[in-house]
Structure formats: C-alpha cells, structure tokens
C-alpha cells in the first residue's frame, strides 16, 4: 500500500527532533553536523533564539489578515530591502518557484504596458533550476522534470551558460527579458563568469529587455554579499528571493526597479498567505541579522577558509573529489564516485550534505557556521573521503 505521504521524494531514514545553531539532533539521539541547512534555507542555524522569540510572539498575536489590509511587517520587511538593495519595490509570495513566477509576470506585464505585447519570452540558460510549477519547470528546461507533465508551457527559450558568443542570437523580437542564476545551484554550483553576467546586461540594455536574477538559492548572505549579483557590478532589473530569506520560514519574494514594479498595479497579481504578518516578521529577523555590521565580512572570511579546507582535501583525496566549485558558504565538491554515495557515506558518519547535479556535492551550511565547525566538518569529509577510498581500492589498503 502506498505511504500517507506521496512518493516524489527518496528521503533518507532520518528525522531530526530538534536543532542548535549548525548541529541537528535525530529523534535516535544521534548529533549531525548540518551542511545542508534545509538547502540552503536555515541562514541562522537551528533555533535561534531571536527568530524563535519573533516567531512565536508574531503567532500570539496575529498570524494572518491576507492582502486585504496593510501589513506594518511586510511594509519594514521592504523598506529594509529596498535600502539595502537595487531595488525599488518588493512583492512577497512564499516560495523561489512563486517568485520565479512573479518575476516573470512582472517582466512580461512591464513589455505589454510599454508597448511591446509581442516581448513574451524569457530567455533561460542550459542547466538552470527555477523551480516545480508548470511554468518554471519549462524555465527549468531540464527533460527529467518535464517528463510525464503534458504540454510545455511556452514562452520560454535556452542558450548555453556562461557563453557570450552564442546569447545574441538566442534573443529575438518577442524576448522579453532573461533570467540567470548568479551561480547555478542545483545543476552543480556553477559560478556564471563576471564576463557572461556583463554581457547579459549589454545585450538587455541594447535590445530594450529585462535582466533578472534568480537569487533564490544566491541570495541573502549565501555568498559573502547580500544578493550575489552584488560581486558582478551589474544592476538588475528584478531579482527573486526565498529559501534564507525566512531563515526556514516559507517566504519568498521579487525585488524590482520602479521601471518594472510600476505596472503590478491593483488586481493584476496576487497571492493569498504571501507577505503575512507571521513570514515578514521571521524575514525581519534574518534581514537584520545577516546586514548587522561586520556578518557579510564573517560569510567571506569563513567561505574563504572552508575553501581552502575544501583544496586541500581535492589535493589529499584527487580520486574522491576533483575540485571545488563556488564562492562564500556556497560550495560544491564534484566527486568522482557517485555524489549520492558520498552523500550517504557523509551522513553515515554525522555530515549532513545535499547532493547537485552534474555529480557534485554541495555545502551549504547556516550563514553562522564557525571556522571551527568549518574544520568539523573538513574532518568528517577526511573520514568519508578514507572510507570511501577503502572500498574504492581495496587492493591498496591491503597493501598498506
Ligand atoms: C530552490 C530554488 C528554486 C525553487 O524554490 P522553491 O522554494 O522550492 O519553489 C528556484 N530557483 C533556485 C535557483 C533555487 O535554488
């Protein structure tokens, strides 16, 4: 008989009962290291105390009134955006693939309200992840998450990534504007190049198209910055958010210049929970947190020293690893052996990692990891690495 919960996840054997900062705790008792942090969602670790206190008071006092009424927590949630970012004007939803899709109604609404109804299509990269709704599954462009969904939904093109020789001829008369990640995250941690990012925005501003950032998985301090489109020195017109920004609560939100978020006018877009008292309060929090003084400067020291943990172990155990991919807290180990392997062998022995495409492990630890925990888990990936390499070669630890 089939589960209570439906099938569409192969989840490990594993349920956590509480957590503390980087460590979670399995309802076994058993302690894991968590460099997965919910995918690159709990930016302040497991129960902290300030999010937990906000949270729960926001709770007592009212959870939920819908867009029908103004929201004070919303309303400082964007303003704290908007001062610390490009952006002008910011829409909240409760997902990356929710905003994802917001981006790319305000994109085509700002072309049909500008004279253009013809600029519909976004143009997308080779290896993108934008989400699971119909429409960003076809932005995603990836044949094993369309299979077996029915018609794609069109509107939606792809050229290679990180190739400027080939993206002019990719736009045409009815693009409407590109969308890119900073730094692939579920086909691999792969970096765009500051010489793709420059070039996108040339080709927009010479076509007279939108540039958006999926920052979803970028976004909110991953890399050292608040948004990682901040390391190009290009300005975007639009930019989505999610996974950090609520430090695991579900929030999401599109950040935009008044060019474009001028056109969301009353009635044209929508969403009943998004931006409730309860999500913009978490989001308060994390905000605040992650721009107070001196913590994006803890992201790029600590990014910077795991990587150089991360060389040393591609130098240590070339025949597990091969190199490191990434910047910040966002790092990606490409295994030689199955990543899925590696991945399990690491939980085996208290590392909580989650594997990406192209056969990567990826790290992504709460923003306020240490360069101590750092060195934890380095440790715990020597482990893996030699308990891997033992049932690699047998033969060699024989001899040895
Ligand atoms: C995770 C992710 C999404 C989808 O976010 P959901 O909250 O799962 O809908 C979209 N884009 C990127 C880059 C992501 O990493």
């Known amino acids: 008989m089939i589960s209570a919960l439906m099938p569409n996840y192969k989840r490990a054997d594993l349920a956590f009962e509480h957590g503390n900062g980087v ?9 894991y290291l968590d460099f997965a942090a919910g995918i690159a969602v709990s930016s302040l670790g497991h129960g902290n ?8 008071e926001q709770a007592a006092k009212v959870m939920h009134v819908s867009n029908l009424y103004r929201i004070p927590q919303a309303e400082e949630l964007a303003e704290l955006l908007v001062k610390n970012s490009f ?3 910011v829409l909240f939803c409760n997902s990356g693939a929710e905003a994802n899709e917001g981006m790319v109604k305000t994109i085509r609404r700002a072309q049909y309200e500008n004279g253009h109804p013809e600029r519909t299509r976004i143009l997308c990269f080779d290896g993108a992840f934008h989400g699971r709704t119909l429409a960003m599954i076809s932005a995603t462009g990836n044949p094993a998450y369309l299979k077996g969904f029915g018609p794609v939904v069109d509107g939606f093109d792809h050229a290679p990534f990180n190739n400027t020789n080939t993206l002019r001829s990719a736009i045409t008369p009815e693009t409407a504007g590109i ?5 692939q995250g579920e086909s691999g941690v792969k970096p765009a190049t500051e010489s793709f990012i420059k070039a996108l925005r040339a080709a927009c501003d010479e076509y007279g198209i939108y540039l958006g950032f999926d920052e ?6 991953r890399t050292g910055k608040l948004f990682a489109h901040e390391w190009f020195d290009v300005k975007p017109d639009i930019i989505s958010s999610a996974k950090g920004i609520g430090g695991g609560f ?3 939100a599109v950040l935009a210049t008044e060019e474009l978020a001028k056109h969301l006018t009353p009635g044209s877009h929508g969403t009943t929970y998004g931006g409730n008292p309860l999500a913009c309060n978490a989001g308060i929090i994390v905000l605040n947190e992650v721009l107070t003084p001196g913590f994006m400067s803890h992201i790029q020291a600590v990014g910077e020293a795991f990587g150089k943990m991360l060389d040393d172990i591609v130098q240590h155990f070339p025949h597990i690893f091969d190199s490191v991919r990434g910047m910040g807290l966002m790092r990606g180990l490409h295994c030689i052996p199955p990543a899925g392997d590696v991945m399990a ?4 022995h208290g590392l909580l990692t989650v594997s990406a495409g192209d056969n990567v492990l990826r790290l992504v630890p709460p923003l306020i990891v240490t360069e101590e925990e ?15 390499s033992s049932t690699q070669h047998p033969q060699q630890e024989k001899i040895s």
């Open 216 to 221: 979803v998985q970028t976004g909110i301090g």
């Open 250 to 252: 579900p929030l999401g």
């Open 87 to 89: 952006a002008d004007s």
């Open 179 to 183: 969308i890119v990640e900073p730094i």
């Open 374 to 388: 750092c060195r934890m888990a380095y440790d715990l990936l020597i482990t893996t690495a030699q308990d891997l």
């Open 345 to 348: 062998v690491a939980q085996h």
């Open 23 to 31: 460590w979670l705790t399995a309802s076994d008792g058993r302690r």
């Open 49 to 56: 105390p300030k999010l937990v206190k906000a949270i729960a």
